[in-house]
């Protein structure tokens, strides 16, 4: 489904990919770990052509994308929940899921039965919502995108515990279906929640990859790169 492969990615004259490469297989679920600052977010741009990488080749469904403008990819089927949401504030909950929205699949009535509250909020300005709806927002108009592969940039990021749980409850019921997904975690317990393959990152360069289980024994890895005890 999707192939990266070899990767350098910089912003003007700074270096942040170091050679990445990885892959997620049709219906998988795979996480990316790493601290704050590690690459994570540099590697989705890479991905969904806003910071296109200087070398390496990025393969979606076997096409290069990796020279692709971003509209392009999107509609080919990556679809992105960007990291803080990037929700339109004065806009309406209907109107920032219908934002993007293409019929195939996921509808408005789809995205309403998976969270119940965007339908209470439909009408309501997207700024008004809390935080946790305000991620569910951004899901739910990712969805609507109908991709194949879904891209999440720290979904968990900024909710309460209770939220963190939910989250990932419907990262996890979305995965098989149509959709493969790139979940992009600090949160370590989430991340292995939901995936059946994971990578750790550390300064643009993938320093781990396995399953939950060995990145879980691990303790070298989970204590050098995620601060995990
Ligand atoms: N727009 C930018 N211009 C220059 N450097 C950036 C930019 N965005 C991120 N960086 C740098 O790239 C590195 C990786 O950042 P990022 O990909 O956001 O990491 P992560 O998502 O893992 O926290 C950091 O050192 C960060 O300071
Ligand atoms: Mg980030």
């Given at each position: 489904m999707l192939e990266v492969a070899g990767v350098h990615t910089y912003y003007g004259e700074s270096h942040i990919l170091h050679g990445v490469s990885l892959r997620v297989a049709e219906g998988e679920a795979v996480a990316l770990l790493g601290r704050n600052g590690a690459g994570k977010t540099t590697l989705i741009r890479s991905i969904v052509g806003f910071?296109?990488?200087?070398e390496g080749r990025i393969l979606f469904e076997g096409a290069p994308?990796?020279?692709?403008p971003p509209y392009r990819i999107s509609r080919r089927g990556v679809a992105l929940v960007p990291q803080g949401r990037?929700?339109?504030?004065?806009?309406t909950v209907r109107e920032n899921l219908l934002l993007g929205a293409r019929a195939d699949g996921w509808t408005l009535e789809r995205v309403f039965e998976l969270f119940p509250r965007l339908r209470e909020r439909a009408a309501q300005a997207g700024g008004t919502l809390s935080g946790g709806e305000q991620q569910m927002l951004a899901i739910g108009r990712a969805l609507l995108t109908n991709g194949r592969l879904l891209l999440l940039d720290?979904?968990?990021?900024?909710?309460?515990p209770i939220l963190v749980r939910e989250i990932g409850r419907v990262v996890k019921g979305l995965k098989g279906q149509r959709l493969s997904i790139l979940l992009v975690e600090q949160n370590y317990h989430l991340a292995l929640q939901v995936a059946d393959r994971v990578y750790v990152m550390n300064k643009g360069q993938i320093v781990y990859e396995g399953t939950p289980q060995g990145l879980e024994a691990d303790e070298e890895v989970k204590r050098r790169y995620l601060g995990v005890a």
């Open positions: 910071t296109p990488p200087r994308i990796h020279a692709w990037r929700i339109f504030a004065p806009l720290e979904p968990s990021e900024g909710l309460a």
